[in-house]
């Protein structure tokens, strides 16, 4: 076994990373992860790579599955970009990467507004872009493609063509990473507002300061589904964020809409939203804990037509699972507790470690503690700009259910 591999095609030689006999199955079969137990540290030693190296990922016999990045600090410490040898991890290949994201997106939307790159699914792992119009705003979480990060901006200014790019390179997982948070303008120059269009509305963003990249694109097709639900009701939308469901739902005829969230700032960008909108007369904006707040509601007797449930994160690790479990039960048995009678539930998960059938179970179980019956009218999943990989089950995130809740006799 030699010490390194050649990609052949491409003219240029990647050290080799092998795998341990059988731990090439699941990469065959078009996953694009490799653990640090998988790797056969006796033959290529992880130590002998640096963060966002590039190596020939090879099987136990030594023939190439594909190139990758390395980061020998982290658990999945490599991610397959190609297959074969036949293209090195440069700005050629994020370009062509990019157009096949690009083709998918203008299928789908006819304004520039959606995920333009979902990581994995798009076959550049590590790496999310929004666009917002003219301003892209991407995500670096790994540090294979921070060191593709030069390349990557050239690829979005050659394919895409914005007036602005801006990384937005905060979050937990680049502390795995060994990575350091920061936010900055890699071309030309963010405007003083960044705007969203979605459902004839406009919403605006703060790219830097909001979460993620200001806005989850990941929900449109499911806020979609809320005109026939919303109309003439009165509807509560907790862990609002910048107002996206809230708003849609006035939109659709919604007669009241209580936001709720517990950010002063994001309170503040629903009222603006509203206003921008003309919808100001029907849309208040709380600040409060979704928990504290269902609690008062309950206790002052308040009733709601439509309930909004779509929070954070619960489980954002595996081991979180039964805790998370209990939370989504709790949350959304609070909120069926100031549904009115015949009332829409609307409950959203966006944990992957919560399974879509523990997640109804436990809104469900909720139900049958308060001795209500759901009917689900709809099931709910990411929308079309964040594809799943079938062989990629972490693509997999979002899930939810728009449910009727009657009363149990």
Known sequence: MTNEAEATDAGVEYPALCL???????LRAGHAWVFSNEVDVKRTPLTG????????????????????????NALICA??????????LDRSLVVHRLNVALGLRERLYDRPYYRLVFGESDGLPGLVLDRFGDVVVGQVATAGMEALKDAVADAVRKVVKPACLVWKNTGSVRAMEDLPEYTEVAFGELPAEVVVEEGGLSFGLDVRGGQKTGWFFDQRANRDQLAPFVREARVLDVFSYVGAWGLRAAAFGAREVTCVDASATAVAAIGANAARNGLGERVRAVQADAFDFLKDARHARERYDVVIVDPPAFAKRKKDFAEARLAYRRINEAAMQVLSKDGILVACSCSYHMPRGAFMEAVNQGARHLDRTLQVVSQLQQAPDHPVNPAIPESDYLKGFIARVLPGA
Do not use: M, S, W
Not at 20 to 26: F, N
Not at 50 to 68: Q, T, Y
Not at 79 to 88: K, T
């Open 49 to 72: 790579f640096r963060p966002g190296d590039p190596a020939v990922v090879l099987d136990h016999a030594g023939k190439a599955i594909g190139i990758a990045y390395v980061n020998p």
């Open 79 to 88: 991610r397959l970009v190609a297959r074969g040898l036949r293209h090195p």
């Open 20 to 26: 341990k006999k059988g731990e090439d199955a699941r």
